[in-house]
């Protein structure tokens, strides 16, 4: 008899609601090796804080030479105010953790979306990050390509977050 369970489908899947979107992440987050895009318009306070997350995002940071995760944040002064845990983590790894806001307006509007982009050709997808709707998959590397693309353009304008720099004191 096989015990071992069927494979879950690592295609594009709709997901929708808080949960969900949070399965997905840290699905994501899970599958991720070395390298990560984020790209949020704001920062919520149940977004990439929960213990289960930040440990992988911990894990992908100091998985060795060449890790990176990049993110473009529209409001990193709201997120730093409100004491996110990723903001610590942030200042903590700050050469491995880099966080950079959108340099012009144009890059401003685009960022009422939100994803997360993985180097395994997985993806979290929310049209309006607002709704909590949208797609995500494991493994689509012809979904995430646009993504991938549109997230290099951004980062390529993006200034980096120098209100997010600890003081070192």
Do not use: C
């Not at 949020?40 to 995760?69: H, K, Q, V």
């Not at 529209?74 to 004491?83: F, I, K, V, W």
């Not at 939100?114 to 709707?133: H, M, Q, V």
């Amino acid at each position: 008899m096989n015990t071992v369970p069927p494979a879950q489908d690592a295609g594009p899947h709709a997901v929708e609601g808080r949960d969900e979107v949070a399965a997905a992440r840290l699905q994501l987050l899970t599958a991720a090796r070395y390298k990560l895009a984020i790209h949020l318009p704001t920062l919520p306070a149940d977004a990439y804080s929960s213990p289960a997350e930040l440990a992988e995002l911990r894990r992908i940071a100091t998985a060795g030479r060449g890790s990176e995760i990049r993110i473009v944040l529209s409001d990193p002064t709201t997120a730093l105010r409100a004491g996110h845990r990723l903001i610590d983590l942030a200042q903590r790894l700050p050469s491995v953790l880099q966080i950079r806001t959108p340099a012009n307006e144009e890059d401003e509007s685009r960022i009422a979306s939100a994803w997360l982009l993985n180097d395994t050709y997985g993806y979290l997808f929310l049209p309006e990050a607002s709704r909590l709707e949208g797609r995500a998959a494991l493994k689509d590397g012809p979904g995430q390509a646009p993504l991938v693309l549109h997230f290099e353009q951004i980062w390529e304008r993006a200034t980096p977050a120098t209100q997010l720099q600890p003081l070192g004191l």
